[in-house]
Nanobody
Framework: QVQLVESGGGFVQAGGSLSLSCAASGRAFSTYVMGWFRQAPGKEREFVAQIARSGALRSYADSVKGRFTISRDNAKNTVSLQMNSLKPEDTAIYYC??????????????WGQGTQVTVSS
């Protein structure tokens, strides 16, 4: 089992940047595919990005491609999401998640509590 704690959310104007971080504790961090998801008010939770166990592969939702970058540090048990050129439609609660599954299934086993990101126009 792994415990996940996000940090770094906040309030930013459109066009600005924020960096989210997720600290993991518990079972060996490098055994998990790590991902970021978000949920906006009144909407379903949606995939944002994921990174492979070694960090060699990354995948992004089309809506954030070219603006967001996911990275991980297996020595520090952290995964980060650098968000640039933020738009009001990026406003959501952002969740860190860990998966023991395959790269393509995007089925996640453990979730953090979430961190709020608000982008003003």
């Amino acid at each position: 089992q792994v415990q996940l704690v996000e940090s770094g959310g906040g309030f930013v104007q459109a066009g600005g940047s924020l960096s989210l971080s997720c600290a993991a504790s518990g079972r060996a961090f490098s055994t998990y595919v790590m991902g970021w998801f978000r949920q906006a008010p009144g909407k379903e939770r949606e995939f944002v990005a994921q990174i492979a166990r070694s960090g060699a592969l990354r995948s992004y939702a089309d809506s954030v491609k070219g603006r967001f970058t996911i990275s991980r540090d297996n020595a520090k048990n952290t995964v980060s999401l650098q968000m640039n050129s933020l738009k009001p439609e990026d406003t959501a609660i952002y969740y860190c998640a860990a998966s023991l599954g395959t790269w393509t299934t995007r089925q996640y086993d453990y979730w953090g509590q979430g961190t709020q990101v608000t982008v003003s126009s």
